[in-house]
């Protein structure tokens, strides 16, 4: 009744058709309501019409009403808007501020619930509307088109219908140019594009397109910038431009091998760790995966890390969560592997001391890295694993030779510690397989 009797005062084409816009728009607000309204016959029809209005208040009320019908989180809903697609496209170029951020943020929420609506953008232009939004001036509908962009991006079907059309389109190389100028003006639009390239790099096999506009760079400059943002005047939410772009630097990196980047990163990765572990220890997790993978196949990054002197900052993080721990694992394992002079260097740390007591943590991924790691300093450094039997860590050893998933490689690091020191080892080919 009461949904009906909105749509009756909108259609009466009354002087008071604002006021009745005003009442359904608020009404459209609850779930049921929507649900309601669109299943009335010509609702959309009425509102389409009024969108499409010469009169700018009753445009901007009607833009106003389809906005909440967006918020649904219901498909049938978002598809009851099937029709408005093509004029929320049109009026993106529109002349009010107001009317076409109230498009972009209508169109952003379509797509997250839609496929139909995504299938019928495609053709509509959606991309190429999307690529002179970004030029604009204005700081608002730069972020709302970052929006609009990231909810495609998600797409299931973005890897093989969606981030083909981006990059084929301007848009990558203005992305890349906004993210990088965050920390001196839009930074809201900043973080949305940050996440965008990070669904594009994730999810697309060959990212040489970015990789020719110098993003790999980029990247990094921006990095050793935000990295030298004291705490005390860093802007307004910086760390939620720090994690994406460690995300994208990280995967970029894994796919493109680390030669030649810029040492400075190690130093940049420490101290975002250094400004944000307090308040922020989420972005723990993305400084390590970077360090991983700097680490991984580089011999220089791992001597760098040495070096400058970064090992005890990093075994500070051992015990910062459980993910933390197999992190940091994972990266003193890259630089032991790389041979003897690294594994010295770290044993001069009271590394050993601080890997005892995580043998007996309950997390079989933490424990199987940590022997790993007891292996590699072992085969490079015998004398490390007398030390390590000085400092009780045979019964350590001990108590995981029944665990199904860890018992194979305690048994090996058992017989290495049982080894007169200089006996050539036995056990590095059962290792290899078992690791």
């Known amino acids: 009744g009461q949904v009906l009797e909105l749509l009756r005062g909108v259609q009466r084409g009354s002087e008071d058709r604002k006021r009745w816009l005003g009442r359904l728009r608020w009404a459209l607000q609850n779930e049921e309501t929507q649900q309601k309204f669109v299943r009335l016959d010509g609702s959309i029809r009425t509102l389409t019409g009024l969108f499409t209005s010469s009169l700018a208040e009753l445009q901007l009320e009607a833009a106003r009403c389809l906005h909440e019908l967006s918020h649904s989180s219901v498909p049938a809903v978002a598809e009851a808007c099937l029709p408005v697609t093509s004029y929320l496209l049109t ?144 802007p307004e939410g910086l760390e939620l431009l720090v994690c994406p772009v460690l995300r994208c630097l990280s995967n970029l990196l894994a796919q493109t091998g680390c030669q030649g980047q810029d040492r400075r990163l190690l130093i940049a990765v420490f101290l975002i760790l250094q400004c944000f572990l307090q308040q922020h220890p989420f972005l723990i997790h993305e400084c390590l995966w970077l360090l991983n993978n700097l680490t991984a196949d580089d011999p220089s990054f791992c001597s760098a890390l040495l070096s400058l002197d970064l090992l005890p900052a990093l075994l500070q993080l051992l015990t910062c969560s459980q993910m933390g721990t197999v992190l940091v694992l994972t990266v003193l394992c890259n630089m032991a592997e790389k041979g003897q002079f690294q594994c010295q260097q770290m044993l001069q740390q009271p590394l050993l001391a601080q890997l005892l007591p995580l043998l007996t943590l309950p997390d079989p991924e933490a424990v199987g890295q940590c022997l790993e790691l007891l292996h590699l300093l072992f085969l490079h450094c015998p004398e490390a694993a007398a030390d390590f039997t000085r400092q009780g860590g045979h019964q350590a050893l001990e108590q995981h030779q029944s665990t199904p998933e860890l018992q194979e490689r305690a048994q090996a690091l058992l017989d290495m510690v049982r080894q007169p020191p200089g006996a050539p080892s036995a056990c590095q080919a059962t290792l290899a397989a078992s690791s």
């Open 91 to 234: 009026y993106l170029s529109g002349h009010s501020l107001e009317l076409t951020e109230l498009c972009l943020y209508t169109l952003g929420n379509l797509v997250v619930e839609s496929e139909a609506v995504r299938k019928q953008l495609l053709p509509q232009g959606i991309i190429p509307v999307l690529a002179s939004c970004i030029q604009s001036p204005h700081e608002a509908v730069l972020e709302g088109v970052g929006y609009v962009l990231s909810q495609l991006l998600q797409a299931k079907e973005a890897p093989t219908e969606i981030i083909p059309l981006v990059l084929d389109s301007a848009l990558p190389q203005h992305m890349l140019q906004l993210v990088c100028s965050g920390l001196k003006a839009a930074m809201g639009a900043a973080v949305e594009f940050a996440w965008c390239l990070h669904y594009i790099i994730c999810r697309h096999k060959d990212n040489e397109l970015l990789l020719a506009l110098g993003a790999v760079p980029a990247l990094t400059s921006l990095l050793l910038d935000l990295a030298a943002q004291t705490p005390q005047d860093a």
